[in-house]
């Protein structure tokens, strides 16, 4: 999972589980540029899967230090938003290099879309204590 700056130029790794033969994705941090996936997803609630039959011009979109950070041929990318701002994007690909199912894209919107409800019910509480 990273996190997007409040300016929706950076967007930098939070918390990562599987990732000890990839320390660049531990680590990854990123300008958010335009006409890449980044940008797409902070532009709008989304999610994409990967693979090597997507699209040219989806494969094009990938900066090449997150291609070369993630050494995954498939994964999924998804965008979290509380109200209308991006404050993370999830990551989720398979260290087995086996392939992804349907299955497993469904499990992984559905998790990044309780992420953003929990979000959003916690901004929502906040903001009804502010009004008190």
């Not at 930098?12 to 599987?18: A, C, E, L, M, T």
């Not at 260290?95 to 499990?107: F, I, P, R, S």
Request: glycine share 4%.
């Amino acid at each position: 999972m990273g996190l997007i700056s409040k300016d929706r130029s950076r967007f930098k790794n939070y918390y990562s589980v599987g990732c000890q033969d990839h320390p660049e994705l531990k680590d990854f941090e990123s300008k958010i540029i335009k006409n890449t996936i980044f940008e797409k997803l902070c532009s709008r609630p989304a999610s994409i899967w990967v693979k090597p039959s997507s699209d040219k011009k989806i494969l094009d979109l990938i900066p090449m230090n997150f291609k070369g950070a993630t050494d995954s041929k498939e994964f999924f990318l998804m965008s979290v938003f509380v109200g209308k701002k991006p404050v993370a994007l999830f990551f989720a690909d398979n260290t087995d290099n086996q392939t992804l199912t349907d299955a497993h894209y469904k499990q992984f919107k559905y998790l990044c879309s309780a992420v953003t409800t929990s979000l959003q019910h916690q901004a929502n509480r906040q903001a009804s204590k502010g009004e008190e």
